[in-house]
DNA sequence: AACATATACAACCGCTCATAA
DNA sequence: CTTATGAGCGGTTGTATATGT
C-alpha cells in the first residue's frame, strides 16, 4: 500500500531558500493565506515540496517572528519548560512568542545542553549528573493548593512527592508527568458527594477541553452553558490565570 | 595563509495524528 | 471500519561560518 510522496521530487528544489523563492512564499501567502501547504508551491509558482514551503514560512518568513538572540529569561524558561515537556518543542515554542520549535531545539542542543552540562545538570533528566541511582521520586503536576512543597515552573506547579515503599523497576527512567486533577481526588477520599456534583469526566473535560460532540458528561455536574467552553478542570493552571493551555497549541 | 576542527542553524526526512471519503 | 491524504512534529543531516593550529 503505502503512501503517495508529498511531492513529486524529481522536479522539486532543495536546499537553502533563495530571495526570489521567498518574495514568491511571501508574496502568495499574503494574497491568499496560508492554507493548503500541498498544493501551495504549484500555486505559488514555486519549484518547492510543500513542507518544505511550510517550514520556511514558519521558522523564517513569518512576520511576528522575533530572531536575534536568546534572552536569559528566555534561557531558564525553556529550561524550565524542558523538564516539564521533555523534546515537546512545539510546545515549549508556543509558550515564547516569536520563537519556533526548529529555533529552539537548535538553541537547546548547541547552547543549552552544553549550559546544563557546565553545571553539572544532565539535560535530559534534568538531575545532577553525578547523583547516584535516582531516588523514587515522581514529579506531578498538581492545580491543588496544598501546604507542599512546590516550584514554580514558568507557571506550572510542581510538587514532588516521595512515593510508597513501592520502587518501580527502573526509576531513571521514570520521565512521566502525572496530571492529577486534584478535586477528583479529594471528592473521591473525604468528601460525600453533593447532590449532582459530578462524579467523572470524560478525558476531554479533564483536560478542559469540552468537546460537546464527544463530551459525555456535559449534561451532568453544575456547569452552566454559558461556560462550558472552559468548564472543567483547571487544567495546568489554565482558570487560575497560571498557564493558559490554549496557548500551548502551536502558533 | 592554509588547513583542520568545531559550532550554529537551516533544511530535510520519516513518522504519527487527525480527518474526510 | 478502512484507506488516503494533509499537516505537523521531532530527530537528523548538510553546509556555511568561526576558531584553532
Redesign the pocket.
Known sequence: ?G??P?CE?AHT?????TKEEDDRLIAYIRAHG??????LPKAAGLL?????C???W???LRPDLKRGNFTEEEDELIIKLHSLLG?????IAGRLPGRT???I???W???IR?KLMNRGIDPTTHRPINEPAARDVTTTISFAVKEEEKVSTGGFMISKEEKSPVRERCPDLNLELRISPPMYQQYQSDQPLKTGMRTSLCFSCSLGIQKSKECSCSDIGTSSSSNSGTAGYDFLGLKAGVLDYRSLE?K
Request: glycine share 6%.
Open positions: 500500500m503512501r503517495s508529498c521530487k528544489n532543495k536546499g537553502a531558500w496560508e492554507g493548503c501547504w500541498r498544493s518547492r515540496c510543500g513542507k518544505s511550510r517550514l520556511r514558519i521558522n523564517y523534546n515537546k518543542w512545539s510546545l520549535d526548529n529555533e531545539k537548535n538553541y542542543n548547541t547552547h552544553r502551536m
